[in-house]
């Protein structure tokens, strides 16, 4: 069974400050893992994904992820926060293969100040 | 591609009517998923198809939820009767499995409210 959880459901920070968005998972296989952004009345974007290759996936918008398997986390960072990055973050995992079903987490908004 | 197609993007009905939401996938994916987001319950996975075929429908709520795919281009979800806790923002979202999971393209989503 894949679980994911997200730590903290709403995360504000100051224009120019690191992000740091939280997430653990849980696998009884390799898995796949993804961010995604939702902004207002849209649909999911995704950020970026981990698909067994390189550790440390950067994606768009100035995002990156370390899979770190010890301590089964994919944590999102970006160095700088922007305005335009205050929106809904959803981390999910899948099965690598053999499955179909994605599991997303709860979600955490990021609230970014002037 | 145009990406992942829902209709309507908002529907207001009343309570008792049925309802019925409408996605055309991504051209080529063969992996079809219904989801529902709430504010008190987040997105929750509904069913999902592959190939065509249901493969996961323990996300349903209840039996008067039901979705079908009749072809690799369409898929629908119904909702009879509809009652006021259903409203809710429905998303359908497509992914390719071949050759391992690829991540899923949502669409715009279809936004619910029953009176």
């Known amino acids: 069974a894949q679980s994911v959880t997200q730590l903290g459901s709403h995360v504000s920070v100051s224009e120019g400050a690191l992000v740091l968005l939280r997430c653990n998972y849980s696998?009884?296989?390799?898995?796949?893992l993804f961010w995604y952004v939702q902004y207002p009345n849209q649909g999911l974007q995704l950020l970026l994904k981990?698909?067994?290759?390189?550790?440390l996936v950067k994606g768009i918008n100035g995002f990156e992820a370390e899979f770190k398997k010890s301590e089964t986390s994919f944590h999102l960072t970006k160095p700088s926060a922007h305005m335009s990055d205050a929106a809904e973050y959803f981390c999910?995992?899948?099965?690598?293969?053999?499955?179909?079903?994605?599991?997303f987490g709860a979600g955490t908004r990021l609230f970014v100040k002037a | 591609d145009a990406g992942v197609i829902q209709s309507p993007r908002h529907e207001v009905t009343e309570m008792g009517q049925e309802v019925t939401l409408r996605c055309k996938p991504i051209s080529g994916h063969n992996s079809l998923f219904w989801y529902r987001q709430t504010m008190m319950r987040g997105l929750e996975l509904l069913i999902y198809?592959?190939?065509?075929?249901?493969?996961?429908d323990s996300g349903m709520p209840e039996d008067r939820f039901s979705a079908k795919m009749p072809n690799a281009s369409f898929s629908t979800l119904k909702i009879q009767p509809s009652e006021p806790r259903d409203s809710a923002v429905y998303f359908c979202?497509?992914?390719?499995?071949?050759?391992?999971?690829?991540?899923?393209?949502f669409g715009q989503g279809t936004r619910l409210t029953v009176v």
């Open positions: 979202a497509s992914s390719s499995t071949t050759g391992g999971n690829t991540e899923a393209f």
């Open positions: 198809f592959n190939n065509n075929v249901p493969i996961d």
């Open positions: 999910a995992v899948s099965p690598g293969s053999g499955g179909f079903k994605t599991i």
């Open positions: 981990y698909t067994s290759a390189a550790t």
């Open positions: 696998s009884s296989v390799p898995p796949y």
